[in-house]
Nanobody, 128 residues
Framework: VQLQASGGGLVQPGGSLRLSCAAS??????????MGWFRQTPGKEREFVAAIRWSGGGTYYADAVKGRFTISRDNIKNMLYVQMNLLKPEDTAVYYC????????????????????WGQGTLVTVSS
C-alpha cells in the first residue's frame, strides 16, 4: 500500500486549502477500513486531525479543527481529502495521511497505532 499526500502550500490566515491523499495497491482496494489525517510540527508529537471510515463514511474530528475542516473520501478513485477553511497560523504543520486495513470494528480513531500505513506528508504554512 502506498499513500501519496499533496496539496500543501502557503496560505494566508482565514484562507482555505484542500489536501489530497492518493491510495494505491491491491491490498488497499480490498481491505481498506478507514483513513485519517494527522499533522506534526518540529519538536512536537504527531497530532490527530480527522478520520473517516472507508465504508459508510463515519467521521471524527479533533476539537481544534471541528467546524473548520471537513474530511471526505472517494471510494472509487481511492482518494482521501481534507478541506481546510478558516485556517489559522497554528494549523501550520506537515500533514500526513494514514490508512487502516483489515481492522474489524474499526471506528474513526485519533490513535496513531490504529493505522497501518502512512504517507510522506505535505507542508501547510499559514502565514501573512
Amino acid at each position: 500500500v502506498q499513500l501519496q499526500a499533496s496539496g500543501g502550500g502557503l496560505v494566508q490566515p482565514g484562507g482555505s486549502l484542500r489536501l489530497s491523499c492518493a491510495a494505491s495497491g491491491r491490498t488497499f482496494e480490498t481491505d481498506a477500513t478507514g483513513m485519517g489525517w494527522f499533522r506534526q510540527t518540529p519538536g512536537k508529537e504527531r497530532e490527530f486531525v480527522a478520520a473517516i471510515r472507508w465504508s459508510g463514511g463515519g467521521t471524527y474530528y479533533a476539537d481544534a479543527v471541528k467546524g473548520r475542516f471537513t474530511i471526505s473520501r472517494d471510494n472509487i478513485k481511492n482518494m482521501l481529502y481534507v478541506q481546510m477553511n478558516l485556517l489559522k497560523p497554528e494549523d501550520t504543520a506537515v500533514y500526513y495521511c494514514a490508512a487502516a486495513l483489515r481492522r474489524l470494528g474499526w471506528r474513526p480513531s485519533p490513535r496513531a497505532y490504529e493505522y497501518d500505513y502512512w504517507g510522506q506528508g505535505t507542508l501547510v504554512t499559514v502565514s501573512s
